[in-house]
T-cell receptor, first 113, second 114 residues
């Protein structure tokens, strides 16, 4: 297992378009997290899954954002009607239930033009 | 409202000397603290952690100190090496392991000069 994999690494999109990102966690990890990082800031929590259940969502996750983890394995994060303020690095992480020390992926850098 | 604060955006240290990175927090409910290291174009990498019931945790060259009364923690790296040059994030959790959701600081860029 090579760690947490995110695809694509970079995405440039026009304002108003929809985008979808994929995260493949470490296979035995049952917890999966999405974070967003903007320039000069630390990662900010967006949402969390335990297996296939989405158990918590941040108020940062407006109704234009949706995340799924259909079979408790990979996850997708979709942003509809993108805005320039959505430009950020989107980070996925996974962990065992009892572990605080997540493993992060390398992120997907989104640029909305 | 920034619950986890890293007030030094950057730090420069000579190779072989000690690096001390600081972090302050405001939420007294935080019960677990972590440090992550981040290289450019990579995701953060977990470095070391400490529970609120302890005041020190050591792992090789890395030691984290927690002062609960001051709501302050620090990461010591001894001796510092050029490969330690990265952005260091302090993070904290307040939910007793229910979700392990983390609140991150804004990071400190450490530059270790050869």
């Amino acid at each position: 297992d090579t760690g947490v994999s995110q695809d694509p690494r970079h995405k440039i999109t026009k304002r108003g378009q929809n985008v979808t990102f994929r995260c493949d966690p470490i296979s035995e990890h049952n917890r999966l997290y999405w974070y967003r990082q903007t320039l000069g800031q630390g990662p900010e929590f967006l949402t969390y899954f335990q297996n296939e259940a989405q158990l918590e969502k941040s108020r940062l996750l407006s109704d234009r954002f949706s995340a799924e983890r259909p079979k408790g394995s990979f996850s997708t994060l979709e942003i509809q009607r993108t805005e320039q303020g959505d430009s950020a690095m989107y980070l996925c992480a996974s962990s065992h239930r009892t572990a605080y020390g997540y493993t992060f992926g390398s992120g997907t850098r989104l640029t909305v033009v | 409202d920034q619950q986890v604060k890293q007030n030094s955006p950057s730090l420069s240290v000579q190779e072989g000397r000690i690096s001390i990175l600081n972090c302050d927090y405001t939420n007294s409910m935080f019960d677990y603290f972590l440090w992550y290291k981040k290289y450019p174009a990579e995701g953060p990498t977990f470095l070391i952690s400490i529970s609120s019931i302890k005041d020190k945790n050591e792992d090789g060259r890395f030691t984290v100190f927690l002062n609960k009364s001051a709501k302050h923690l620090s990461l010591h790296i001894v001796p510092s090496q050029p490969g330690d040059s990265a952005v260091y994030f302090c993070a904290a959790s307040a939910d007793g392991g229910a979700t392990n959701k983390l609140i991150f600081g804004t990071g400190t860029l450490l530059a270790v000069q050869p």
